[in-house]
């Protein structure tokens, strides 16, 4: 349940931030947000959710819908593993019965192996071709991105890296 309203307040706060993209007017540069730095403590949920959803907005291109947006929590406590594994669920749920085009899903957190291996677990099963159109947008260390690109090609949709 905690992990839930968890991931329902990371989608809150990505839902919110994106639409302040669509502002028609430009801001003036002292009433632009401050960039949030990488947090360095790794059980910070709050402070990675911000950091990762400032990410997202800046990789969507293209995009004309909220993006699914999963936060792959590190560490190795019980709670942790049962979050990552519902987490995980929920993902391949979603790639499963694919996403339209115009959509991102966009994974990222803490330790960039678990999220590189969350997105490769996912995208295993994925139709050959189903996610034309769609971004996938993975928020990881360089060392783990050709393998996540390899995992998600097959699928058709769009690749994108941003580093942590």
């Given amino acids: 349940m ?28 002292s009433d ?22 400032q990410i997202v907005q800046a990789n969507m291109k293209g995009i004309q ?7 792959i929590p590190a560490g190795d406590d019980a709670e942790t593993v049962a979050a990552r594994g519902r987490t995980q669920d929920t993902l391949n749920g979603v790639v499963a019965t694919t996403v339209l085009p115009g959509n991102m899903i966009a994974a990222g957190g803490p330790n960039s192996s678990e999220t590189a291996d969350a ?4 995208f295993k099963n994925a139709q ?8 996938v947008l993975y928020v990881g260390d360089a060392a783990d991105k050709d393998r996540v690109q390899q995992a998600v090609a ?6 994108r890296f941003a580093q942590m």
């Fill in 32 to 53: 632009q947000p401050a960039q949030v730095s990488k947090p360095t403590d790794p059980s910070d949920m709050k402070d990675w959710k911000t950091y990762l959803s």
């Fill in 154 to 159: 097959p699928s058709g949709a769009e690749f």
């Fill in 128 to 135: 050959p071709g189903s996610f034309k159109g769609v971004v």
């Fill in 2 to 29: 905690r992990n839930f309203a968890t991931v329902a307040a990371f989608a809150l706060v990505a839902a919110l931030a994106l639409s302040a993209c669509n502002k028609a007017q430009q801001p003036a540069q």
């Fill in 119 to 122: 997105l490769i677990a996912a």
């Fill in 65 to 71: 819908n909220t993006p699914y947006m999963y936060f």
